[in-house]
């Protein structure tokens, strides 16, 4: 029996199980041999040398990665080659793109690389067209805009979700609070710290059992289910923030574009028309959680004209600009001198684990 027979008949079997408790056990065992399973038929036979097949190999450049997803013709190299100017071919028959075409978009100082990747079909997951290809570069990716047809939004958007989950990349999603470390003797150690409703001990042990796991510890920090702990324990899941960007809305009616507008974490756009651009830039430069720093040479006005781009939230340290700069800067770096919104006076000096805000201007003093 095939990889892909094996997987269809653990799928059928948990479309015909009840979920509730007394089945919870049972379907938490069918997950982790799903997971497997899958896991074997997206690395290959690797072990076995040879070919794996050819991929997109496409330098990564710019402040960031932006993946253009979607199904054939849904106007992902119209959009490429509007924003960025770079050629990509267009025409109104299927599969125009068969391999992976780069652009750079310039936006509030940052150089944002965009992929257009070929349109995926059903089955990309298991190895159908050049899907294993195009996905496995999503992953790569800091962003994936999903490109929809407007006319047939939520049935391409239900199969590409599938197919993107399917191959370990998790969209919209945070990466689950759990603590799991192996060890050598001591057998299973489940603890929490807040009452889970999803997993119970037996259920972990069961999980990890399949995983060949006797002796490990499981902290859950948070309301985890079965897929959460198989996520944890494959280790090779990633998390990537997701757009979803309509396409061809001057092709639909008003009242069906109020009806898309309930759709989470979208932009409708008119590749064509050039319609609604400035969102989509502003939702991707949001989404992508980037901020642009300045640095003030000693004695000098601050260089406006050059940001230093680099990730948002709390990697966004004093650290983190230096290495960005130079990776030795920030061994060499005596103090820094903030001007901006994340300093209470203006200059403060601060040191290496300082967050920096957006448009804040630093000075680095050397040892």
């Given at each position: ?172 999603k945070e990466k689950p609070n759990i603590a799991f470390r192996r060890k050598d003797k001591g057998g299973i150690n489940f603890t929490h710290t807040i ?7 037996e259920t972990v042990k069961a999980i990890l059992g399949e995983y060949k796991i006797f002796n490990a510890d499981v902290c859950l920090r948070c309301d ?31 009242e069906e574009l109020d009806l898309l507008d309930r759709i989470p974490h979208y932009v409708p756009i008119s590749a064509h028309q050039e319609w609604n ?91």
């Amino acid at each position: 029996m095939s990889l892909v027979q094996k997987i269809k008949e653990i799928e059928d079997e948990m479309a015909r199980t009840q979920k509730n408790k007394a089945t919870s056990y049972h379907l938490g065992l069918l997950k982790a041999k799903l997971a497997k399973f899958k896991r074997e038929l997206i690395m290959g036979p690797s072990k076995a040398g040879g070919p794996v097949g050819e991929g997109f190999d496409v330098m990564k450049s710019g402040d960031a990665r932006v993946g253009l997803i979607g199904f054939p013709s849904v106007g992902k190299s119209t959009l490429l080659s509007k924003l960025t100017g770079t050629f990509s071919e267009v025409a109104s028959y299927e599969f125009t793109t068969l391999t992976c075409i780069p652009g750079v978009v310039n936006y509030k100082g940052a150089r944002i690389q965009l992929l257009d990747l070929p349109g995926i079909i059903e089955g990309a997951k298991d190895g159908k067209g050049r899907g294993r290809q195009v996905i496995a570069v999503g992953r790569t990716c800091n962003l994936i805009l999903i490109v929809l047809d407007a006319s047939k939004p939520l049935v391409h958007k239900r199969i590409i979700e599938s197919e993107l989950e399917g191959f370990g990349i998790r969209l919209n999603k945070e990466k689950p609070n759990i603590a799991f470390r192996r060890k050598d003797k001591g057998g299973i150690n489940f603890t929490h710290t807040i009452a889970p409703t999803h997993l119970d001990s037996e259920t972990v042990k069961a999980i990890l059992g399949e995983y060949k796991i006797f002796n490990a510890d499981v902290c859950l920090r948070c309301d985890a289910t079965a897929d959460d702990l198989i996520d944890i324990i494959e280790g090779n899941r990633v998390y990537i923030p997701v757009l979803y960007v309509l396409n061809k809305i001057d092709a639909i009616s008003i009242e069906e574009l109020d009806l898309l507008d309930r759709i989470p974490h979208y932009v409708p756009i008119s590749a064509h028309q050039e319609w609604n651009y400035d969102e989509l830039l502003d939702k991707i430069w949001l989404y992508l959680d980037l901020i642009r720093i300045y640095t003030k040479p000693r004695g000098q006005i601050p260089d406006y004209n050059a940001p230093v781009v680099i990730r948002g939230g709390g990697s966004s340290s004093v650290e983190s600009f230096c290495t960005r700069i130079h990776k030795t800067l920030a061994k060499q770096m005596k103090y820094a001198l903030v001007w901006g919104s994340s300093v209470k006076h203006q200059p403060q000096r601060v040191g290496k684990d300082h967050v920096l805000n957006d448009e804040d201007v630093v000075q680095v003093v050397k040892k």
